[in-house]
Nanobody
Framework: QVQLVESGGGLVQAGGSLRLSCAAS??????MGWFRQAPGKERDFVAY????????SYADSVKGRFTTSRDNAKNTVYLQMNSLKPEDTAVYYC????????????????WGQGTQVTVSS
């Protein structure tokens, strides 16, 4: 059974930080991605990391503020979010893909349950 279990969301003031975790079990993926969806908006790409070589990519809106990393021994990926802004408020999802270096949510077949991140002004 494939599972992606997220944790770490919450309420934070603008300028603050949060770290999301995503523990994967049941299979291996080539890429782990982070996406977010605000109410009434589409699901947006945030970041991805390659399991094999650690390559990362970020959406322009989070570049320089967010960092994704992995712990291969724990099968866990992280999203460190710094300098948070109210516009970062959304449900954040981690997802696993069999494709390499993908930023397209359609190429991710496995999804976590989502965790709410709320940034107050």
């Amino acid at each position: 059974q494939v599972q992606l279990v997220e944790s770490g969301g919450g309420l934070v003031q603008a300028g603050g930080s949060l770290r999301l975790s995503c523990a994967a079990s049941g299979r291996t993926f080539r890429t782990m991605g982070w996406f977010r969806q605000a109410p009434g908006k589409e699901r947006d790409f945030v970041a991805y990391i390659s399991w094999s070589d650690g390559s990362t990519s970020y959406a322009d809106s989070v570049k320089g503020r967010f960092t994704t990393s992995r712990d291969n021994a724990k099968n866990t990926v992280y999203l460190q979010m710094n300098s948070l802004k109210p516009e970062d408020t959304a449900v954040y999802y981690c997802a696993g893909s069999i494709f390499a270096y993908s930023s397209k949510w359609q190429e991710y077949g496995y999804w976590g349950q989502g965790t709410q991140v709320t940034v107050s002004s």
